[in-house]
């Protein structure tokens, strides 16, 4: 392993790279294997192992090519990377229950006729 000067933390190895690359191959072609060949009847099956296989190739990406662990820079570039994902799952969740309650408080033609008439 070598170091920039002036650098205290070792680059990242071949090995971590081509390992990182193989999986990041292989968790991407089992969602599309699952989808072009329709190997599951049931599609909210095939949502959720496409959605958990993108997770787990965020972790490998952030692990094999951004070397985020806790022992970056003190473990502050893992709580930074923690906090930001804390935020994006706010952000996405706040979003999709604010267009449900939009959707479903915002559409008076969509409701039932006796709710229409009560108004």
Known sequence: ????????????????????????????????????TGALQDPPATIAIIVTLAVVQIIVHTICFLHVNRHAEGGWTLLAYIFTGVMVLIAIGGSLWIMYHLNSNMMPGMMPPDMSQAR
């Open 1 to 36: 392993m070598s170091t920039h000067q002036g650098d205290t933390h070792p680059q990242a190895s071949r090995r971590v790279y081509l390992i990182g690359f193989a999986l990041s191959a292989v968790l991407t072609f089992i969602p599309f294997w699952l989808v072009m």
